[in-house]
């Protein structure tokens, strides 16, 4: 934890070429409100870097590739105020997606980003209740995505896409108040446990017929209670 303090208000901008774990460095720092453009080219590890910034007023911003990414977990859990996150950002070898933007209740709509090497996207989007919008960004060898979308209760649609390894579905849309429909392209085929599910979509009045013809029979009931 490298500088998680509260009493930081300003960080400057300094070299960090050579940093390849910034996991919790800037935890915690609730009273910033900027932060400045820093270089994470050779960082694989950015797991809860900036956890709980949460005054800060836009998302951090890398300058040069964020290619060797492999972990952003928590990375930007509970940043609250923003309305759109930076494109410059680069996941494509980025496999741990736990809990990254939970709470980041301003967001209104989110990038298309290559998340295709993601397998675990637990809660990754919960309590994001700004969202208006989320394009489709597959995620083939994903197998958790429990809560996902948890509590994205503005997000009226949910555009199909690839989660074909996906086998834990538990909560994913639970608490989706303006969901009114599911669309029909959605594959689960692997998937064991939609558990509460949709959960309190309370808009939601027709479901698709034949959504589940999966691999597998030992599937939870509960989806929609």
Same mark, same amino acid.
């Given at each position: 934890?490298?500088?998680?303090?509260?009493?930081?208000?300003?960080?400057?901008? *300094?070299?960090? *070429?050579?940093? *390849? $774990?910034?996991? !919790?460095?800037?935890?915690?720092?609730?009273?910033?409100?900027?932060?400045?453009?820093?270089?994470?080219? %050779?960082?694989?590890?950015?797991?809860?870097?900036?956890?709980?910034?949460?005054?800060?007023?836009?998302?951090?911003?890398?300058?040069?590739?964020? /290619?060797?990414?492999?972990?952003?977990?928590?990375?930007?859990?509970?940043?609250? %105020? &923003?309305?759109?996150?930076?494109?410059?950002?680069?996941?494509?070898? =980025?496999?741990?997606?736990?809990?990254?933007? =939970?709470?980041?209740?301003?967001?209104?709509?989110?990038?298309?980003? %290559?998340?295709?090497?993601? *397998?675990?996207?637990?809660?990754?989007?919960? %309590?994001?209740?700004?969202?208006?919008? #989320? &394009?489709?960004?597959?995620?083939?060898?994903?197998?958790? #995505?429990?809560?996902?979308?948890? /509590?994205?209760?503005?997000?009226?649609?949910?555009? &199909?896409?690839?989660?074909?390894?996906?086998?834990?579905?538990?909560?994913?849309?639970?608490?989706?108040?303006?969901?009114?429909? =599911?669309? /029909? !392209?959605?594959?689960?085929?692997?998937?064991?446990?939609?558990?509460?599910?949709?959960? !309190?979509?309370?808009?939601?009045?027709? #479901?698709?017929? $034949?959504? #589940?013809?999966?691999?597998?029979?030992?599937?939870? =009931?509960?989806?929609? /209670?």
């Amino acid at each position: 934890y490298t500088f998680a303090r509260n009493s930081f208000v300003v960080f400057p901008s *300094i070299d960090t *070429i050579k940093v *390849i $774990n910034f996991a !919790g460095a800037w935890q915690s720092c609730s009273s910033m409100t900027t932060f400045p453009t820093l270089n994470y080219s %050779n960082a694989t590890n950015l797991s809860s870097i900036w956890e709980g910034c949460s005054n800060l007023n836009s998302f951090p911003s890398p300058s040069g590739s964020t /290619s060797a990414l492999n972990n952003v977990s928590k990375a930007f859990y509970g940043i609250k %105020n &923003p309305t759109s996150f930076p494109t410059s950002w680069d996941f494509i070898n =980025v496999n741990q997606f736990n809990s990254t933007w =939970v709470g980041c209740e301003g967001l209104t709509s989110f990038p298309t980003f %290559n998340m295709e090497k993601c *397998i675990n996207a637990q809660s990754a989007w919960q %309590n994001c209740f700004g969202l208006l919008t #989320f &394009p489709k960004i597959d995620m083939p060898l994903n197998t958790n #995505f429990n809560y996902t979308w948890a /509590s994205c209760t503005s997000l009226a649609t949910n555009t &199909p896409m690839d989660c074909s390894s996906g086998v834990a579905f538990y909560g994913t849309w639970k608490e989706n108040y303006a969901l009114t429909a =599911v669309d /029909s !392209g959605w594959e689960w085929k692997k998937g064991n446990n939609f558990g509460a599910c949709w959960n !309190g979509c309370t808009l939601l009045t027709d #479901f698709p017929p $034949n959504m #589940f013809r999966w691999e597998q029979d030992n599937w939870n =009931v509960s989806a929609f /209670s």
